[in-house]
């Protein structure tokens, strides 16, 4: 029962990513289930959207901490992390192609910044390590990385990169920029 459902908000997430008008039985056959096992699951189109945002802003916290960005040197860490953001891109996609996808279905972020955002918390012992430019802001870093791997997500979408090299692809481009 819970592998159905799970499958189910992933192939939401995954669905919705890359159309957000996709119908019920598109997400159904996109999960391998027929459209009244996702009706058993979710009533209507609104209650799926909304558990698939609670689901993906789960997975992706689940991923975050699995990345385990506060050990290693911060240069290691970002690379794991690149790589957890990378495997729950159509995810991340899902929530953050739509910024206002969350408040939209009762997933309200909060009004004040969290006091320990583990990426922010990461980028910053970078800069303090001299790893990481200490010239530009912690959020500047961070909007940058998640435009890098937003990019290399629809890339990979596209076809025109493969999942196995865009970590790789992320990461140059993030530690070296674009000169030669």
């Known amino acids: 029962m819970e592998r159905t459902r799970s499958a189910i908000l992933t192939a939401a997430a995954s669905v919705l990513a890359r159309d957000r008008t996709a119908t019920l039985p598109e997400i159904a056959k996109a999960a ?19 558990a698939a945002v609670e689901d993906s802003v789960e997975v992706i916290g689940q991923a975050i901490a699995e990345a385990q960005v506060d050990e290693g040197t911060s240069v290691a860490a970002l690379h794991r992390l690149v790589t957890a953001y990378l495997h729950v891109g159509d995810r991340l996609v899902f929530l953050f192609n739509d910024p206002h996808i969350m408040r939209g279905y009762g997933v309200e972020q909060p009004e004040e910044p969290l006091s320990t955002d583990p990426v922010l918390d990461l980028i910053v012992r970078g800069q ?50 674009i000169l030669a």
């Open 128 to 177: 303090q390590e001299g790893a990481f430019d200490g010239h530009v802001s912690p959020q500047w870093i961070q909007h940058v990385l998640w435009a890098l791997v937003y990019t290399g997500i629809d890339e990979v979408n596209k076809g025109n990169m493969s999942r196995h090299g865009v970590a790789a692809t992320v990461i140059r481009t993030l530690e070296r920029g």
């Open 32 to 50: 391998g289930v027929g459209r009244t096992t996702v009706h058993r699951y979710f009533p209507d189109r609104d209650t799926l959207i909304k």
